[in-house]
């Protein structure tokens, strides 16, 4: 029997089903009109912006960094572009295997891979990192022609930093390297990052760092048309770098340089300032470092070399050497004992070689001087005068009248890293020290304080600025080493207005006390061998500062210490006498006496800023060996040392070789170095 169907049931089943597809197709075209309106209207701005960001690209365009010039305009750090061969870590797949196939298109050195290992540890997988710098147009040539080979690696052309004249004033210039971590976590925190997009390099030390807003510039951006694979087809817009200010500084590269050829290998400092404005002439740390080293990234080798040589050559010591001063202390000293009334300029003290205090002898430089004056005691430069000095004065009255004159304070100069030093008070000790029985201050400390020793501490800095003081009159002046700037776009000097003047209140009549006493050390006191024959008056104080203490009761025998232990040469100056145009302070570190050592460069420099002379070549030669007083033979010219800064760029900069000595002329200066040699007194001549 055949079974008949329910069309009925079956149109209602099919009329469902058509219902749910059709509520499906619905539902889907639904979503898809949603979607649309979320994309087209909802999201319309940011996926435009994205779209916009897929098509092109925003490049920061990194500024020139500004210059830096000498007070007469000599360039001292400027920039040139070069090719640089980088890689990105992140985009190699064996970095070995890369770097050994790079090798045989361009040379890589060991110094270059040791370079790159020390950036690649210092910075983040995805950043390039330059393997080699200044290429050729044939290796650039070469590279290009296999690039293809060599995923992650390109050619960059960079602005590169150039210091012409090498060591030359290194730690007052200073030097740039690249970014760190803990400086690129700063850069973010501040709100200079957007200035810092594309920059590599910030300034480190000296001028470089302390004025790196000025000379870093503001970055530019181009907008570019990429393609598909990223190539850049077209610019778009662009807004351009504004390069970096140029900064004018005080000092003279000529007389920094003659400082630091009259140093020699001797390691020291000298501060020479103008005590009427503040202003430095001359800032020398020796020894010195090639800043260039720096700049593609210092290699472990190099700053091994450097961090670990018992000379410290990194160390600025004009800035941050402290040492005691000697008896170039006195002066100050005596104004300290004429204003506050404990002496008066006729007062006598009986010097018999020795000064008894609580049953321990404080010894002079050997036999007594007998009754001396105040003037006397500089130009003799008596220490049983300044060791009862003390004991009368005490140790807080001390420290409270020297903190004015800027002695272990912050001068405030105006770059960074300058150190206080030790102004010894009782409060001082109490604060320095952890054991109670080390807190306490003894009275027999307060003696050898008034020569210079004891806990003093100071820098040339801070010596260089009290000597100004005394030059001046009694008013301070910040030291200041930037004295303009040039604005970069408009090319007008903004000069950097000086400190207002601080009157100490001083009265003139002690001043001019102490002031004729120090003339009088060039005349007939410890210093006057060197200025024989000057044209000019000047004022100035010897000193000698133990670097190892030596007990009361034994002889100091330079022979019989280490090198690094023996004392220290200090000398202060001012000239001329009557209205100053220079003060200065010198530290030669364990070469001895001031009057042998430290005074004969002193005597230089005056007669450089003074008279226009630079010093002979043996007499240059007999500066740097102490076997000089006065200068010897004929002074030269400025004109005819016109190419010294030449030949001193030639052995600076960017790969250019030194220049050749001569050596006949060399061997006439040994010579001559030979036969003076018998005619430099013995060093117990000098008493100080």
Do not use: C
Request: aromatic content about 8%; charged content about 25%; overall charge neutral.
């Amino acid at each position: 029997m055949t079974e008949l169907r329910d069309v009925e049931a079956d149109l209602s089943r099919f009329r469902a089903r058509v219902l749910v597809v059709g509520l499906v197709i619905l539902l889907a075209f639904s979503l898809v009109a949603a979607r649309l309106v979320y994309l087209q209207v909802v999201r319309h701005d940011d996926l435009n912006a994205q779209a916009e960001s897929n098509r092109t690209a925003v490049v920061p365009i990194v500024p020139n960094r500004g210059l830096i010039l000498d007070r007469n305009g000599v360039v001292l750090a400027t920039n040139y572009s070069a090719y640089t061969l980088e890689i990105t870590p992140s985009k190699v797949s064996n970095l070995d295997d890369t770097i050994e196939a790079l090798g045989r298109l361009v040379e890589i050195t060991p110094r270059d891979k040791r370079r790159f290992k020390k950036l690649r540890d210092e910075s983040k997988n995805f950043e390039s990192l330059p393997i080699r710098t200044r290429l050729s147009d044939e290796e650039v040539a070469r590279f290009a022609a296999q690039r293809f080979r060599f995923p992650g690696v390109d050619i960059k052309a960079r602005l590169f930093r150039n210091y012409p004249y090498g060591e030359l004033a290194s730690h007052v210039v200073g030097y740039i390297g690249r970014i760190n971590q803990a400086e690129k976590d700063r850069i973010e925190e501040s709100d200079e990052e957007g200035n810092y997009r594309g920059t590599d390099y910030i300034g480190k030390l000296g001028v470089e760092q302390s004025f790196e807003q000025q000379l870093h510039g503001n970055t530019g951006v181009e907008q570019v048309e990429t393609s598909a694979g990223g190539r850049a087809v077209r610019k778009l817009a662009s807004s351009p770098a504004t390069p970096g200010d140029t900064v004018m500084l005080s000092i003279d590269i000529k007389l920094q340089k003659l400082v630091e050829d009259l140093f020699g290998e001797r390691r020291g400092a000298l501060v020479a300032l103008d005590p009427n404005t503040g202003e430095v002439l001359a800032f020398v740390s020796k020894p010195t470092f090639d800043p260039n080293l720096f700049v593609d990234g210092i290699d472990s080798e190099s700053w091994q070399a450097l961090n670990e040589s018992i000379d410290k050559p990194l160390l600025n010591r004009a800035l941050r050497g402290t040492y005691p001063p000697g008896s170039t202390y006195k002066p100050f000293m005596a104004m300290a004992a004429l204003e506050s009334g404990k002496r008066q300029a006729g007062s006598i003290t009986n010097d018999t070689g020795s000064w008894m205090f609580g049953g321990h002898q404080f010894r002079s430089h050997g036999a007594g001087l007998g009754p001396v004056d105040m003037h006397q005691s500089i130009v003799k430069s008596s220490n049983v005068y300044y060791y009862a000095l003390a004991n009368d004065l005490g140790v807080d009255a001390m420290h409270d009248f020297m903190k004015p004159m800027g002695f272990g304070q912050i001068t405030g100069i105006d770059i960074l890293g300058e150190v206080s030093g030790v102004l010894p008070s009782q409060a001082w000790k109490r604060d320095y020290y952890k054991k109670p029985e080390q807190k306490k201050w003894y009275a027999g400390e307060t003696i050898s304080l008034g020569i210079g020793q004891g806990y003093n501490s100071f820098t040339m800095l801070q010596l260089a600025q009290a000597t100004a003081i005394l030059a001046n009159n009694g008013v301070k002046h910040k030291p200041r080493l930037v004295i303009a700037t040039q604005d970069s776009v408009t090319r007008t000097n903004q000069p950097v207005a000086p400190s207002v003047g601080e009157n100490l209140g001083y009265k003139l009549d002690n001043i001019a006390v102490v002031r004729k006493a120090l003339v009088s050390v060039t005349q007939d006191g410890t210093s006057a061998r060197v200025f024989a024959g000057a044209a000019y008056l000047s004022g100035g104080k010897t000193g000698t500062a133990q670097a190892k203490t030596v007990g009361q009761k034994d002889k100091y025998d330079a022979r019989k210490l280490e090198e690094h232990q023996r004392d220290h040469a200090l000398y202060m100056a001012f000239a001329p006498a009557d209205k100053p145009k220079i003060a200065l302070a010198v530290v030669v570190e364990n070469a001895g006496f001031g009057a042998a050592h430290a005074a004969p460069i002193a005597r230089r420099v005056f007669d450089y800023v003074l008279l226009g002379q630079y010093p002979s070549e043996v007499d240059l030669a007999a500066v740097q060996k102490g076997l000089a007083g006065a200068p010897i033979g004929k002074p030269r010219t400025l004109a005819e040392v016109a190419d010294l800064l030449t030949a001193s760029a030639a052995g600076g900069g960017r790969g250019a070789a030194p220049a050749t000595v001569n050596a006949a002329k060399a061997a006439a200066i040994a010579e001559a170095l030979n036969k003076l040699a018998p005619t430099v007194p013995a060093l117990d001549v000098y008493p100080d």
